[in-house]
Nanobody, 125 residues
Framework: QVNLVESGGGSVQAGGSLRLSCASS????????MAWFRQAPGKEREGVAQ????????HYADSAKGRFTISQDNGKRTIYLQMDNLKPEDTGLYYC??????????????????WGQGTQVTVSA
């Protein structure tokens, strides 16, 4: 059974940084793609970034480009989301997700069957 566990969330002021981690029970090379999503109160879950585990290709939501970096450590079975220059609108519950399948340019939650429980990120002005 796939198990994904997020950590690293917290409360920071605007302009600060956080690094989220997602530890997988499986070798991350077993997945085609892993991603980070977030959900703010009263809003839909949105894709933030994804990485193709085979070659390291990455995609970012426009809101994350230039500020967030997704990466992987195969030996630790872990992916990361480095978040810099955080803004209050980045506040939300951040989820890690994984899938098999094919290359997709979009970051769509309906394509991902495996999910973690989430870690809270709160950015104050």
């Amino acid at each position: 059974q796939v198990n994904l566990v997020e950590s690293g969330g917290g409360s920071v002021q605007a302009g600060g940084s956080l690094r989220l981690s997602c530890a997988s029970s499986e070798f991350i090379a077993n997945y085609k793609c892993m991603a980070w999503f977030r959900q703010a109160p009263g809003k839909e879950r949105e894709g933030v970034a994804q990485i193709y585990t085979g070659g390291g290709m990455t995609h970012y939501a426009d809101s994350a480009k230039g500020r967030f970096t997704i990466s992987q450590d195969n030996g630790k079975r872990t992916i990361y989301l480095q978040m810099d220059n955080l803004k209050p609108e980045d506040t939300g519950l951040y989820y890690c997700a994984a899938r098999h399948g094919v290359f997709l340019a979009t970051i769509d939650s309906t394509d991902f069957p495996y999910w973690g429980q989430g870690t809270q990120v709160t950015v104050s002005a």
